[in-house]
């Protein structure tokens, strides 16, 4: 199929695009499934007609789709989606409490392309309630699910504010159960915790509430949260019935809010974080993408951020929103590449960004790609980034651009 212009390209060669079937808004989940020699990439997306998509990346050139989930009605989403093993769990979020499904989906991927339902967790409510479902979900060691999730039990003191963090416990596929949660204190009716104070601006006011939710098998007893205005939060879940708070580090304001993925970088004593932009033309400017020294981790330390794209300031009057999202997340799965060395971050409208941070108080770019604004939308949407084990980069736009396939070719490896 014929591929978008590319606008930049340094140190990374764009091998393959893919619409993905009419469906190019692909979210923030990816996951790769390695099985008798075939490589299968798993994508969410960011809204309707489909949910989540297979492709056989084997040959990175040549993406194929295999499959794909059409999306049950326009008043949810299926924004992400983690794989382990044979197992693969969807999460669904509806607009508006009250609607079906609300929840996460259970599948079979013992046969890749197959998918097998095998069942829902369902936590949906009433309508004048505020479960809303699930909007994020991590599944790092193929036993403990970890949530952004809603419950129309819990009733938040501001409707903004209405995830927390909840962990399923999946030691039976077929019957998830809870088994812990965890919210700032102050965050639910009732609390006798007192919330930290909001945004003065409307615009930068998001939530008190988790977007990812981390915990990898090195540090079964840790999660590591981006708690959007409450900044990077981490908790000691070795008691999964009674998470505790470890340190939270927030520093907005002054900057503006939204915290989003807080990436541990074990061997090295790190946190790579970034803050999501949400403001159209970057108006809620700056959101960076930052690096966090752990090694006292009840009082972690902000001390340095990836630097700004070179060419910020001319990609920032294209519009559409432009500044920092997620990064690639080291999945344990066999597959994914685990940087130490290097992060992968994508920054929408300035598009996918390579970092060197042997020196993380002095990271570099070593890489850049941003294609030609694909038709339809202003500026691009690059939002998500997977890296595998052979250094191909799978970038996705959430709006009309798909899937870009890259490979990097620069002399300083990815590791």
């Given at each position: 199929?014929?591929?978008?212009?590319?606008?930049?390209?340094?140190?990374?060669?764009?091998?393959?695009?893919?619409?993905?079937?009419?469906?190019?808004?692909?979210?923030?989940?990816?996951?790769?499934?390695?099985?008798?020699?075939?490589?299968?990439?798993?994508?969410?997306?960011?809204?309707?007609?489909?949910?989540?998509?297979?492709?056989?990346?084997?040959?990175?050139?040549?993406?194929?789709?295999?499959?794909?989930?059409?999306?049950?009605?326009?008043?949810?989403?299926?924004?992400?989606?983690?794989?382990?093993?044979?197992?693969?769990?969807?999460?669904?979020?509806?607009?508006?409490?009250?609607?079906?499904?609300?929840?996460?989906?259970?599948?079979?991927?013992?046969?890749?392309?197959?998918?097998?339902?095998?069942?829902?967790?369902?936590?949906?409510?009433?309508?004048?309630?505020?479960?809303?479902?699930?909007?994020?979900?991590?599944?790092?060691?193929?036993r403990f699910a970890h949530?952004?999730?809603?419950?129309?039990?819990?009733?938040?003191?501001?409707?903004?504010?209405?995830?927390?963090?909840?962990?399923?416990?999946?030691?039976?596929?077929?019957?998830?159960?809870?088994?812990?949660?965890?919210?700032?204190?102050?965050?639910?009716?009732?609390?006798?915790?007192?919330?930290?104070?909001?945004?003065?601006?409307?615009?930068?006011?998001?939530?008190?509430?988790?977007?990812?939710?981390?915990?990898?098998?090195?540090?079964?007893?840790?999660?590591?949260?981006?708690?959007?205005?409450?900044?990077?939060?981490?908790?000691?879940?070795?008691?999964?019935?009674?998470?505790?708070?470890?340190?939270?580090?927030?520093?907005?304001?002054?900057?503006?809010?939204?915290?989003?993925?807080?990436?541990?970088?074990?061997?090295?004593?790190?946190?790579?974080?970034?803050?999501?932009?949400?403001?159209?033309?970057?108006?809620?400017?700056?959101?960076?993408?930052?690096?966090?020294?752990?090694?006292?981790?009840?009082?972690?330390?902000?001390?340095?951020?990836?630097?700004?794209?070179?060419?910020?300031?001319?990609?920032?009057?294209?519009?559409?929103?432009?500044?920092?999202?997620?990064?690639?997340?080291?999945?344990?799965?066999?597959?994914?590449?685990?940087?130490?060395?290097?992060?992968?971050?994508?920054?929408?409208?300035?598009?996918?960004?390579?970092?060197?941070?042997?020196?993380?108080?002095?990271?570099?770019?070593?890489?850049?790609?941003?294609?030609?604004?694909?038709?339809?939308?202003?500026?691009?949407?690059?939002?998500?980034?997977?890296?595998?084990?052979?250094?191909?980069?799978?970038?996705?736009?959430?709006?009309?651009?798909?899937?870009?396939?890259?490979?990097?070719?620069?002399k300083q490896p990815l590791?």
């Amino acid at each position: 199929m014929p591929m978008t212009g590319v606008r930049i390209a340094h140190n990374l060669k764009l091998l393959a695009q893919h619409t993905a079937g009419g469906a190019p808004n692909l979210g923030e989940g990816m996951a790769m499934k390695i099985k008798d020699g075939r490589r299968y990439m798993y994508i969410a997306h960011e809204h309707g007609p489909a949910a989540f998509s297979i492709f056989d990346v084997t040959e990175p050139s040549d993406p194929k789709l295999l499959w794909q989930k059409p999306l049950p009605h326009s008043k949810v989403r299926g924004n992400s989606l983690a794989m382990r093993g044979d197992l693969l769990l969807m999460a669904y979020q509806s607009y508006e409490p009250g609607l079906k499904p609300a929840g996460f989906q259970v599948y079979d991927i013992s046969k890749p392309a197959e998918p097998r339902e095998i069942t829902f967790f369902d936590l949906s409510g009433p309508a004048d309630s505020h479960a809303v479902g699930v909007h994020y979900v991590s599944f790092m060691d193929g036993r403990f699910a970890h949530l952004s999730a809603a419950h129309p039990d819990f009733v938040p003191n501001d409707p903004t504010d209405n995830q927390f963090y909840m962990i399923v416990d999946l030691a039976n596929p077929a019957k998830p159960v809870e088994v812990g949660r965890w919210w700032l204190p102050g965050q639910r009716k009732g609390d006798k915790g007192q919330l930290p104070p909001r945004h003065v601006a409307p615009s930068l006011d998001f939530a008190f509430r988790p977007h990812h939710t981390l915990c990898y098998p090195e540090r079964p007893d840790r999660a590591y949260i981006g708690y959007i205005d409450a900044g990077i939060v981490i908790l000691d879940i070795a008691d999964k019935a009674r998470p505790k708070l470890v340190s939270r580090l927030d520093y907005h304001p002054p900057f503006p809010g939204f915290t989003h993925t807080v990436l541990p970088l074990f061997d090295r004593d790190l946190l790579v974080v970034t803050d999501e932009a949400t403001g159209d033309h970057g108006l809620d400017w700056p959101k960076r993408c930052w690096m966090v020294d752990l090694r006292l981790e009840t009082n972690p330390v902000m001390i340095s951020s990836l630097p700004t794209p070179r060419d910020f300031g001319e990609l920032h009057k294209v519009g559409g929103r432009i500044g920092a999202h997620n990064i690639h997340e080291n999945e344990p799965e066999p597959g994914a590449a685990k940087l130490q060395n290097t992060v992968a971050s994508t920054w929408f409208s300035a598009g996918l960004r390579i970092y060197d941070i042997a020196d993380p108080y002095r990271p570099e770019e070593i890489a850049a790609f941003l294609p030609e604004t694909p038709q339809g939308q202003r500026g691009c949407r690059i939002s998500d980034v997977f890296v595998d084990d052979r250094s191909i980069i799978y970038a996705a736009d959430r709006a009309c651009g798909g899937l870009y396939v890259l490979e990097y070719i620069g002399k300083q490896p990815l590791n």
